[in-house]
């Protein structure tokens, strides 16, 4: 937990690799998983970084693994998984990977080819069949092609005349065509050639395939008879248009069927050559398959380290690299260890040199989390990643995000719902990850499942709070209100209204845990209710923004800056205490104060609180002012007392303490800062001025010198004469080169800290008011899950129909069951997450955290596992 409550010490260090041993260092850096390399040459071209031939080659390799892996899926192979996780091959192994990859593409390629053609060919073959078996039905049927002329001339007869035309011989074409045209085709036909054309048509009824696509396609033979040359051409013109394909039929029975028969014996041929192909392809295919995962995380290592290596320098006097990497400080070890076993696996007698590094630079952010942990640090991260060392909400998130969750949410059945469902996707995690679900919907909530499970868990604990089970109380401990009232009386009594200072019991005491369950048949229940939850909201929101005002302290410790602590974190604390801390003060002291003998002077803390602003008062009669008289004696007409009254002594004197601290709060925060800074500032550059301050260029770049280095760089400067004097001029300008870069903007920083302040003090206001949601999603929740059990359960059970009651009721629950996961699980559970959210990213974190940093990322190899090839 450590930790995670604020992030990683990180150092910045140079790494100083020999030319032969860098790849294998780099390698076992990326299996380490705890460097974040820096770019030292933002400058240079991606095309111009000396690795970008290997670069190259790996998206080579990768195109060509892509490939092999989309003939997998289009034959339906399934790619295994892998435990095993292979290391970075060595550069010389590259050769090999290049040399299996094409030849199994080409051998792919080349199998794709071939079968292609045999399947347009059997298709061609296949088409030729059905014209020639459709075409031999079709003359079998008119008596014989002869017959068919003579039938086909007696149907051409001229409108006009009525003449028969038989001095012209009638050609006829066959061929097919895609079942869909066939309507349009027909018109075509008919009206191009105005009627003077007999054509016939059939489906076949056997399915093929596409030779390129392999999908299914659907076409119709057809036969087209037609008198001379003229229609001829504009019969064949009209099937070219319709990308009809036309097939030579004899016209003699005897030669169509022996043409009929060569074509079948030429099918099967295919049909078998064709098998063996699919055979070659599916061996080929599966001797991949078994290798194809491993490859993929190869090549993908082998890019990320050549892609990590163009980020470093070249010393090519020394033939070495430098690099440059952010490393947590406790994995200093672990990474020198690295170091030094990739230096063994390539053989180099030279060590690689891991120096650290004093810098002015942001460090980035890091935090060390489990499965269980990173769903609540997403969530923060989703507002923004912390700065370096900042204080890390995610501790408290994992408590108080499902808590007020389950204040909006709460109810026993709903949550305990909830709660086994994120305990299933828990139980059988290692299930799903290895299904690698591609819903998007079912991903985010597996993604989530911890956080569900916690939110379904803290429901059930406010469920009990609230005496809610499905809108339904729970009577465990026995009422304490309506003594010796059985359930025949409550039944008979449909208007009970609950009075505390008739129907209470205060020998028996207060239920046990929780709600009264006889609230819910009271008439009076939503006033009770909503009075409870709108004070218990106030003060759980208060609380919340009170320890964010506190973690700013925290902040403002471990960073130094004790000015933030005076002029912010005190005066901050004091306006939220003496003005919303009161409320809450209020709130507690009227329940301890006030028992239910004593409601006629209980006071209204809402307009006790307005009228503390506008300085307004109502005080008792005489002789009872300033008097704490014991409530449950006093009467209202001698003592004067109503819901204005000041009900404590020395309330004015205290309230008007309290608004003035405040107020004087605000001053504090908008003036006090903004002219320390400057003030310290100008003293800055005098001390500056007076001393005659130097500045010492760093000798690696981005290193902060320490004191000591710069103390004996300025005794050798002075020693040095002229030189030295030379020098000496050159560090004044450096210097004042700093100052410029350090100049003060007053006007900046007041502005900045005027819109500190009045967001503040606003949002104190704004924030409290906004945490009333818990109370008001609360009564939805609450209220509509009332109205789905009167609307269904309860107008069920009240019906007296013998036997087809059970049928009647189980058909309810079926809608029961639907309406409550859909609209109360669902919707529901979505509109409270997300207010949940905006409580935590607004309210509370505005308090103290910034998320201005930026996040810790490391070179690892940890992900590779799992990867596609278009990650």
């Not at 030292?40 to 080659?57: G, S």
């Not at 109380?473 to 009386?489: H, Q, R, T």
């Not at 505005?846 to 596992?865: P, V």
Request: net charge negative; aromatic share 12%.
């Amino acid at each position: 937990m450590g930790a995670l409550f604020r992030s990683e010490e990180m150092n910045l260090c140079q790494i100083f690799l020999q030319s032969e041993a860098s790849y294998a260092c780099v390698s076992e850096l990326g299996e380490l998983g705890l460097v974040q390399f820096k770019d030292l040459n933002p400058d240079v071209n991606a095309f111009q970084r000396k690795f970008v031939n290997e670069i190259m080659r790996c998206d080579e390799m990768e195109r060509k693994l892509r490939y092999i892996e989309k003939e997998m899926k289009k034959d339906e192979m399934k790619i295994p998984d892998t435990i095993e996780n292979p290391k970075a091959p060595a550069p010389k192994e590259m050769i090999d990977l290049e040399a299996t990859f094409e030849k199994i593409e080409s051998e792919l390629r080349e199998v794709n080819t071939n079968a292609e053609a045999l399947r347009r060919n059997f298709l061609e073959l296949s088409e030729l069949r059905e014209v020639l078996k459709k075409t031999q039905v079709f003359f079998a049927e008119h008596g014989g092609h002869h017959s068919m002329i003579d039938d086909v001339q007696m149907a051409l007869v001229h409108e006009d005349t009525g003449i028969t035309s038989t001095t012209v011989q009638l050609g006829f074409v066959a061929g097919v065509v895609p079942r869909e045209k066939i309507p349009v085709f027909e018109r075509m036909m008919w009206f191009a050639c105005r009627g003077n054309v007999f054509l016939r048509y059939e489906d076949i009824d056997q399915v093929m395939k596409d030779p390129v696509t392999g999908d299914e396609i659907f076409k119709s033979v057809f036969i087209v008879f037609y008198q001379g040359e003229q229609l001829k051409a504009r019969v064949r013109k009209i099937c070219e248009g319709f990308k009809a394909v036309l097939y030579p039929c004899p016209e003699n029975s005897q030669e169509r069927f022996e043409m009929s028969n060569g074509v079948s014996t030429r099918l099967e041929d295919l049909r078998t050559v064709l098998y063996q192909t699919e055979e070659h392809r599916r061996r080929v295919l599966a001797s991949a398959q078994k290798e194809i995962r491993l490859w993929v995380i190869k090549v993908k290592k082998i890019k990320a380290i050549y892609h990590t290596l163009n980020l470093c320098n070249f010393d090519l006097s020394h033939n070495s690299l430098i690099a440059e990497c952010w490393c947590p400080v406790m994995a200093l070890e672990d990474v020198q260890m690295a170091l030094r076993h990739g230096t063994e696996l390539s053989g180099s007698t030279v060590p690689s040199i891991l120096h650290r590094m004093n810098t002015k630079e942001t460090p980035p952010t890091y935090f060390r989390t489990n499965k269980f942990t990173a769903v609540f640090q997403s969530i923060i991260h989703a507002y923004g990643v912390a700065e370096y060392q900042e204080v890390n909400p995610a501790p408290y998130t994992v408590i108080s995000f499902p808590f007020l969750f389950a204040v909006m949410f709460g109810d026993v059945g709903h949550g305990f719902i909830m709660f086994l469902f994120g305990l299933w996707m828990i139980a059988y995690e290692k299930k799903f990850l290895a299904q690698k679900s591609d819903n998007e919907v079912w991903n985010i909530f597996f993604g989530g499942r911890y956080i569900i499970a916690m939110m379904g868990l803290f429901s059930v604990y406010t469920g009990l709070i609230y005496n809610e089970v499905f809108a339904k109380s729970v009577n465990i401990f026995g009422s304490s209100w309506i003594p010796n009232y059985d359930e025949a009386a409550l039944e008979a009594n449909t208007d009970l209204t609950l009075d505390p200072l008739t129907m209470f019991d205060n020998v028996t005491g207060p239920y046990p845990l929780g709600l009264d369950p006889i609230w819910l048949s009271s008439l009076n229940k939503i006033t009770f209710t909503n009075s409870f939850k709108m004070k218990m909201s106030v003060t759980i929101g208060i609380s919340q923004m009170i320890l964010g005002v506190l973690l700013g302290l925290v902040n403002h410790v471990y960073f130094r800056k004790p000015l933030n602590i005076f002029c912010q974190f005190i005066p901050e604390l004091l306006f939220l205490l003496c003005l919303f801390g009161y409320l809450v003060a209020l709130i507690f002291y009227k329940w301890v104060s006030y028992t239910n003998h004593c409601t006629q002077c209980a006071p209204s803390l809402l307009i006790h609180f307005i009228n503390m602003f506008l300085v307004k008062y109502q005080h008792a009669n005489d002789g009872y002012q300033n008097a704490s008289y014991s409530c449950e004696t006093a009467d209202p007409d001698i003592t004067g007392c109503t819901s204005q009254t000041t009900f404590y002594p020395n309330q004015m004197i205290i309230q008007l303490c309290l608004v003035v601290v405040a107020l004087l709060c605000v001053p504090t925060m908008l003036f006090i800062k903004p002219f320390v800074l400057r003030h310290r500032h100008n003293s800055m550059l005098k001390r500056r001025a007076g001393l005659t301050a130097v500045s010492q260029s760093a000798l690696i770049h981005n290193e902060e010198l320490d004191e000591q280095t710069v103390r004996s760089s300025e005794v050798k400067l002075s020693i040095n004469g002229d030189g030295g004097e030379h020098n000496h001029a050159e560090m004044e300008d450096q210097s004042a080169d700093d100052v410029k870069l350090e100049e003060f903007d007053f006007s900046e920083i007041f502005i900045g800290q005027a819109i500190h302040t009045i967001e503040y003090c606003l949002g104190c206001i704004s924030h409290t008011a906004s945490y009333l949601r818990l109370w008001a999603l609360s009564l939805a929740h609450s209220q509509l899950s009332e109205v789905l059990w009167g609307m269904l359960f309860r107008f069920s059970l009240k019906m007296n129909i013998p036997y087809g009651g059970s049928v009647i009721i189980f058909v309810v629950f079926s809608v029961f069951a639907v309406l409550t996961v859909g609209v109360l699980l669902l919707m529901e559970g979505l509109s409270a997450f997300l207010h949940t959210l905006r409580l935590h990213w607004v309210e509370f974190q505005s308090k103290f955290y910034h998320g201005s940093g930026y996040n810790f990322d490391a070179f690892s190899f940890k992900n590779l596992q799992n990867a596609d090839l278009d990650e």
